[in-house]
């Protein structure tokens, strides 16, 4: 009770004066920060902090150049400097430089970094049901297809493919996680590689991230196969088509010119229901399809959410039935795991280029 009413005394303080330094009010960003930027929005007394899945606001007051903020249970002090649309704030004691902003006036994340990167990332438009992890990720991978040739930053700096795996292997387990900014152009021959590279660096959790409908930027969550070892060699394609396993599989080959379930052609727009036709006759049927390397990554996403929009249709079909809720998402944890378990998302893909690799080297 005493620190809660500390903290409302300093709260209360800050607010008592008016700030007249109309100078820093609006949006600004942390520069140059491509992994997890943090907006700050300043209004006259307060200011909002927003991360890709955090937010807080808080009260401050500008003296001269001193910057008083509501800390924990403390009011801190910063000195702010502002030089040619830049903020600059300085350890008011040893005088260090603890972080700079610049104007913000762009629309999202992607439009800054096109922007200060000169590149032109543009990412695919798709339907689907539910965002991504609802969790911080700490990399970020932006990969630009410029005139048929991969540009790709990774955590903001330009690399080569193969050094993209190694910049995170003596990172801790909650840090394996990256989230990609990929142009819709790319083919999927350059996306698997850049699969691969992550799957080396054990970054197995990832983001797609995409525009919906709406234009706004979403994820789209995917669990990356898992690799023992870097040095295990080539990888294996995920599944040949002929291969034997004790459930029932769904075979989709999807080139640019052909759509087939089973062996049969078929439309896209009849995809889903098919889809789940074919999973409500076995339930645990593995889904496996087969891609032309020549797919954008466009095709390749719409494709795959379409899947994944299969078997959330199904489960919440089945939330409804069994629960009268639409959504199962709204559903408690075991209830979930019990939708999630009579109606299992397995999903393997292969590449075409893969196939033909295998052949040869056997």
């Not at 005493?2 to 600004?28: E, Y």
């Not at 990832?206 to 080539?234: F, M, T």
């Not at 999973?279 to 797919?295: P, T, W």
Request: glycine content about 2%.
């Amino acid at each position: 009770m005493r620190k809660l009413i500390s903290g409302l005394i300093l709260i209360a303080t800050l607010c008592a004066f008016q700030n007249k330094h109309s100078d820093i009010l609006g949006k600004w960003i942390e520069k140059d920060n491509f992994q997890n930027p943090v907006i700050f929005e300043f209004k006259p007394l307060s200011y909002k902090i927003t991360t890709r899945n955090y937010w807080d606001e808080k009260i401050y007051r500008l003296v001269q150049d001193t910057f008083y903020t509501n800390g924990f249970g403390e009011i801190t002090k910063t000195v702010l400097k502002l030089k040619n649309d830049e903020l600059f704030f300085y350890d008011i004691e040893t005088d260090t430089l603890l972080s700079v902003l610049e104007r913000y006036t762009f629309g999202n994340e992607l439009d800054y970094f096109n922007a200060k990167k000169n590149t032109s990332i543009e990412l695919p438009v798709t339907q689907y049901f539910h965002d991504g992890w609802n969790e911080s990720f700490q990399n970020t991978l932006y990969a630009d297809d410029k005139d048929g040739e991969l540009a790709i930053y990774f955590n903001g700096k330009l690399h080569e493919l193969n050094d993209t795996s190694y910049y995170s292997l003596h990172r801790k387990d909650w840090n394996r996680k990256c989230e990609l900014f990929i142009d819709k152009d790319l083919k999927l021959s350059a996306l698997n590689r850049i699969q691969i590279e992550l799957r080396k660096a054990q970054m197995n959790k990832i983001n797609y991230r995409v525009r919906n409908e709406q234009d706004s930027i979403i994820c789209i969550a995917r669990r990356l196969p898992l690799i023992k070892s870097i040095y295990s060699g080539p990888i294996p394609p995920s599944f040949p088509d002929d291969i034997e396993t004790k459930q029932k599989s769904i075979l989709i080959k999807i080139t640019r010119n052909l759509l087939s379930v089973n062996g049969k052609p078929i439309q896209k727009k009849d995809l889903k229901r098919i889809l789940k036709e074919l999973i409500e006759l076995d339930k645990k049927s593995i889904m496996m399809f087969s891609l032309s390397d020549q797919l954008d990554f466009d095709t390749y996403i719409n494709y795959y959410t379409l899947i994944m929009n299969a078997y959330y249709e199904l489960r919440n079909d089945w939330a409804m039935q069994n629960y009268n809720v639409s959504n199962y998402f709204d559903l408690d944890n075991e209830q979930i795991r019990i939708i999630r378990r009579k109606y299992p998302m397995s999903m393997k893909e292969t590449i075409e280029s893969e196939i033909i690799e295998s052949q040869k080297n056997n």
